[in-house]
C-alpha cells in the first residue's frame, strides 16, 4: 500500500490498517448524525454521512481534510479543461468574493468552500440620451427612476432595478442611418450578424461587446466588410379604444384643416370613404369651396360636433401631432393611421416600394416616424429645403423628409390606387440593420446608467436595441473546469440556465433530471438534487467535472440529499446560500462536503428597511379561542387554518393592500403565506374588484406562468417558493399574510437589488402562539436594525402608528422590606 490516504470518486478514502480502533470510533460517531427539531415530542432517527467498506471507509472530503490531513493520492481527474468567456465586469463588492474563493482552491487538492452572501448582494449613456418606456413614451437617461419600465426588444417591459451614475471616457456611436448617441467604453453594444462568420457568431444572432471591445476588434470588422451591425426592432403595443377612426386622423393630419374637421382631397377614394365616414357618424358632408376639392363635415343644428370635440380634447386643433394613444396602439390602428397620411400627404418611391412623406411640422413627422418604426419599417429623417411662388414671389422655407420602406411595405391599408406599393422584392435586404462607427467623444464626462431584470436588452427613443452588464458564472470561467450545478427546485433549474446563456453564451448546456442524462460534450451541466441523491450512476460518470456548484448549499444536510456528494466528488467545490445556518443543527454537514465559508458578507444598517407591525384584533371570542391537542399543546395547525378561513381578517388584509397602493403606485408586493386557501380568496379577490395586476407564484407551475406572475403588481406566493432561489428583483414590498417564525430568507426577496424604502407588513395576531413567532420576528428586525412601527386594524384606517423602540424599560421586581427569609407557616395550633 503506497499511500493511506487518497481523493477518490466516492470521497476522501482511508484504509482502515491505518487507523486506531479510537479514530474508527471516533469516524462512526463523528459522521453519524442526528437532526433535532425543535418543541416536536417526535425526534428523526440519525443518519450516516459517510460509507464504510470492507477495508476502508469514505467520508465527506473536508472532514477528512481536517482530522486526517491532505490526502496523499489524488484518483479523482482535474477535470474536462473547457473554454467558455465570461460576458460582463465584476463589480467592485465582488472582486474580493472572487479573489477569496480563488485563493482557497489553490490546494494540490483543489479545494474550494462557501459563499455566504444574503440576497441583494455597465450600460451607461451620456446625458440626454432618449429611451424608449413601456407605454411608448420616450425619457432622457438622466430622468430614469427605480421602478421604470423601459420597452425591451420583444415588446415586454423590462424594469428599472438600479441606478448607476459616474465619470468616465465617453464615446459617440454613430449609425450610418439614424440618431447617435453617447456611450461610456463599458456600455455593451447589442450588435446583429448580418453572415455566417463563425460558429459563436451566426447570420442574424445577436453580439452583446463592449464599446472597449468593439474598438479592439480587427479592422475588417470597422470597414465596408464588417458582418456586425446595429438593428432596430418592431415594437407591438396592446390594443387601445380610440374615439376617432385612425384612418380619418391620418387624412386629418396630411390634408386636414387645422382648426376644423373639412379636408382637402382630389381623389375618388377618399371622397367615397369620407362619405361612408360621415353616414356611420350621423354627420353632414358637403363641398366648401370653389375649386370643389374641400369637404366639410358637420352635425345637424343644436348637436355637438363629436369629431371636433374629439380633436379638441386630445389638443389637437392648430397642434398637429399623432396623440400616444394612436402612436402606441396595435399593430392596426398604427397602419390605418400611417395609411392616412400617405393618402393625403405621401407618394410612391423607390420604384413602388417604399413612400416618401415631407412636413413642415417636424412634430409630426417624427410621430410619423415613430409610428414606421414600430411597425418594423426602416424611416430617417432628413432636413430640407423647398421653394414656392407665393402671389409673384418665390418663398423658400426648411421642411422635414422621410421615406419609409421595408418588408411589409404593402401592407399598409392605403386607398387611393395610384399609392399602392408593389411587394418588396424577393431579394430582401435587413432594413432595419446599419453599420455604426464609434468615435471618441470627449476625455471624460457623466454617464447615466441602471440594471434592469429579463434579458436586459431595451430599446433607445430610435428603436436601436441596446444591452446591460451583470454579475454571472465567473468562477466556472475562471477556473475553466466543466462544471456540474446541483439544484433542487425545477424552477432553479431554468433559473441557472437563462443565466448561463446570458453571461456565458458560448457554453453548451447539459442536464440530469430524471431519465435525462445528458452531459457528453457540455460544458456546464444543470443536475436535480432529488436525482442525483435517488438514483443509481456509474461511479465513473462524473468523472469529467472539475467543479461542482451546489445552490442553496443547506439543503444537502438532510439525509437523502447529503448522499449525492458521496457520489459526486470533484477537485473544486463551490456552495452557494443566503442561509448557512439550520435550524435542525446539521449545518456542519455541508461544511463537511463543500468546505468552510471563505466569504461572508453581513448586511449593513443601509437596507433601510420599514416594518409596519398590524395587529389584528377581533371581538368574536371564538377566534380569539386557542385550540389544543390532547396534550394540552395549542395546534398549531389549526390555528392557522382559522386565521385563514376568518373573511373579516382577509378583507381587513384587502383593504390594507389597497391603501398601501393608494399611498405608493409604483410598489410592486408579494403577499406570502403558507396556507393556500387564503392565498387563492386574496388573489381571486384582487382580480375580481380590478385592484391591481395579480399573479401566482406557487409550487407546481411552469416555468412560463412563473415569469408571467413575475410582472404582476401583486405576486401571491407561499413561503415555500420565497424560501429559495426567487428572483423578482422589482419587488418592494412583503405582506406576511400568515405568521412564521423564520423571515430571513423572505425579507431578502426585496433586498436583491437597493430600493429608496423595502416595506414589510407584519400582520400581528394576539393569539399566543403567534405572539411568540412575532418576538422571534422582532430579534431579527431589531438585528438588522431595521424601523418597526406598529398600530392595530382599528387604527390603521385613520394613519395611526406609533414607533416600536428595540429595548423596552422594565421595571425591577421588588420585594418588601422584612419579606426575606419569613417563615410562611402558621406555627400556631
Not at 446625458?127 to 418606456?133: Q, R, S
Not at 392648430?318 to 394613444?325: A, D, G, M, V, Y
Not at 448561463?500 to 457528453?520: L, M, S, T
Request: contains cysteine; positive net charge.
Amino acid at each position: 500500500m503506497s499511500e493511506a490516504t487518497y481523493l477518490g470518486n466516492k470521497g476522501y478514502t482511508i484504509y482502515k490498517e491505518c487507523l486506531e480502533v479510537e479514530d474508527q470510533k471516533f469516524i462512526r460517531e463523528k459522521l453519524t448524525v442526528k437532526p433535532y427539531i425543535p418543541k416536536s415530542p417526535v425526534q428523526p432517527p440519525s443518519f450516516c454521512v459517510y460509507a464504510e467498506g470492507h477495508n476502508k471507509f469514505y467520508l465527506p472530503k473536508y472532514f477528512g481534510v481536517e482530522h486526517f490531513g491532505e490526502p496523499e493520492g489524488m484518483r479523482i481527474s482535474d477535470g474536462d479543461d473547457i473554454s467558455i468567456t465570461f460576458k460582463g465586469k465584476l463589480r467592485d463588492y465582488q472582486e474580493p468574493i472572487v479573489e477569496a474563493y480563488m485563493n482557497s482552491t489553490k490546494n494540490k487538492w483543489g479545494g474550494g468552500g462557501l459563499l455566504d452572501i444574503p440576497c441583494g448582494y455597465g450600460k451607461c449613456h451620456g446625458i440626454d440620451t432618449p429611451i424608449m418606456m413601456y407605454d411608448g413614451s420616450v425619457k432622457m437617461v438622466q430622468d430614469i427612476k427605480i421602478g421604470d419600465q423601459l420597452m425591451g426588444d420583444d415588446s415586454t417591459p423590462r424594469n428599472v432595478l438600479s441606478l448607476a451614475r459616474g465619470r468616465e471616457k465617453l464615446y459617440k456611436v454613430i449609425p450610418r442611418k439614424g440618431e447617435s448617441y453617447v456611450v461610456n467604453e463599458s456600455h455593451i453594444l447589442s450588435l446583429k450578424c448580418a453572415t455566417n462568420h463563425s460558429k459563436r457568431m451566426k447570420k442574424n444572432s445577436v453580439i452583446d461587446i463592449s464599446v472597449k471591445d468593439w474598438l479592439n476588434l480587427p479592422k475588417s470588422f470597422h470597414g465596408r466588410a464588417g458582418v456586425l451591425y446595429g438593428y432596430r426592432v418592431p415594437v407591438e403595443f396592446e390594443y387601445k379604444w380610440v374615439d376617432i377612426d385612425p384612418y380619418f386622423l391620418g387624412l386629418w393630419l396630411g390634408d386636414g384643416n387645422s382648426r376644423t374637421t373639412s379636408i382637402t382631397t382630389v381623389d375618388i377614394e377618399i371622397e367615397n370613404y369620407l362619405t361612408e365616414f360621415a353616414r356611420k357618424e350621423n354627420m353632414n358632408i358637403r363641398r366648401h369651396d370653389k375649386n370643389n376639392i374641400g369637404w366639410a363635415l358637420s352635425t345637424p343644428r343644436g348637436k355637438p360636433n363629436h369629431v371636433l370635440c374629439h380633436l379638441k380634447q386630445l389638443n389637437m386643433i392648430n397642434n398637429k401631432h399623432i396623440p400616444s394613444q394612436y402612436k402606441c396602439n396595435s399593430r392596426e390602428v398604427q397602419l390605418h393611421v400611417l395609411a392616412g397620411l400617405i393618402d393625403s400627404d405621401g407618394s410612391l418611391i423607390n420604384g413602388h416600394r417604399g413612400y416618401d412623406i415631407i412636413q413642415k411640422n417636424e412634430k409630426l413627422l417624427d410621430d410619423i416616424i415613430y409610428i414606421a418604426r414600430s411597425l418594423g419599417f426602416a424611416a430617417y429623417k432628413k432636413e430640407c429645403k423647398k421653394s414656392c411662388m407665393y402671389k409673384g414671389e418665390k418663398r423658400e422655407g426648411t421642411y422635414f423628409r422621410t421615406n419609409i420602406h421595408g418588408p411589409g411595405i404593402e401592407d399598409i391599408p392605403v386607398k387611393v390606387k395610384r399609392k399602392m406599393c408593389k411587394s418588396e422584392r424577393k431579394q430582401i435586404k435587413d432594413v432595419l440593420k446599419t453599420r455604426i462607427v464609434v468615435i471618441e467623444h470627449e476625455e471624460e464626462g457623466d454617464y447615466y446608467g441602471f440594471t434592469l431584470d429579463g434579458n436586459n436588452r431595451y430599446l433607445l427613443g430610435d428603436f436601436q436595441v441596446t444591452h446591460n452588464t451583470a454579475m454571472g458564472l465567473y468562477i466556472s470561467a475562471a477556473l475553466k473546469k466543466k462544471t456540474l450545478v446541483i439544484v433542487h427546485k425545477s424552477f432553479l433549474l431554468n433559473q441557472w440556465i437563462e443565466r448561463i446563456r446570458e453571461f456565458v453564451p458560448n457554453a453548451k448546456v447539459g442536464r440530469i433530471q430524471g431519465q435525462i442524462i445528458d452531459i457528453e460534450g457540455k460544458d456546464i451541466v444543470i443536475g436535480m438534487l432529488q436525482s442525483l441523491s435517488m438514483k443509481n450512476y456509474p461511479a465513473s460518470m462524473f468523472d469529467s467535472f472539475g467543479l461542482t456548484i451546489v445552490d442553496e448549499c443547506h439543503h444537502i444536510s438532510s439525509e437523502v440529499f447529503s448522499r449525492s456528494l458521496l457520489k459526486v466528488v470533484t477537485k473544486y467545490t463551490l456552495g452557494l446560500s443566503a442561509t448557512m445556518n439550520r435550524k435542525d443543527g446539521l449545518t456542519d454537514v455541508f461544511k463537511m462536503f463543500l468546505g468552510d465559508v471563505v466569504y461572508k458578507i453581513n448586511r449593513e444598517t443601509e437596507d433601510n428597511v420599514l416594518i409596519k407591525r398590524i395587529d389584528y384584533k377581533s371581538n368574536d371570542e371564538e377566534f380569539e379561542e386557542t385550540i389544543y391537542d390532547y396534550r394540552g399543546n395549542p395546534q398549531y395547525s389549526s390555528m392557522i387554518t382559522k386565521l385563514c378561513d376568518y373573511n373579516y381578517r382577509s378583507e381587513f388584509i384587502l383593504k390594507v393592500i389597497q391603501k398601501e397602493l393608494e399611498e405608493k403606485k409604483d410598489q410592486q408586493i408579494m403577499l406570502l403565506g403558507q396556507n393556500k386557501s387564503i392565498l387563492k380568496y386574496l388573489h381571486d379577490a384582487i382580480e375580481y374588484r380590478n385592484i391591481a395586476t395579480v399573479g401566482y407564484y406557487v409550487g407546481g407551475m411552469k416555468e412560463e406562468d412563473l415569469k408571467i406572475s413575475e410582472r404582476k403588481k401583486i405576486v401571491v406566493a407561499t413561503y415555500a417558493m420565497a424560501a429559495e432561489g426567487l428572483d423578482i428583483k422589482s419587488l418592494t414590498t412583503l405582506m406576511l399574510v400568515t405568521p412564521r417564525t423564520d423571515v430571513v430568507q423572505a425579507v431578502g426577496r426585496i433586498l436583491r437589488v437597493k430600493h429608496e424604502r423595502p416595506l414589510v407588513v407584519d400582520f400581528v395576531d394576539t393569539h399566543d402562539v403567534f405572539q411568540r413567532q412575532w418576538k422571534k420576528r422582532f430579534t431579527f428586525y431589531k438585528k438588522n436594525k431595521y424601523k418597526v412601527i406598529q398600530t392595530d386594524n382599528f387604527k390603521y384606517m385613520k394613519g395611526e402608528w406609533e414607533d416600536v423602540p428595540y429595548s423596552s424599560k422594565r421595571k425591577k421586581k421588588t420585594v418588601k422590606e422584612g419579606s426575606i427569609n419569613k417563615c410562611l407557616i402558621n406555627l400556631k395550633l
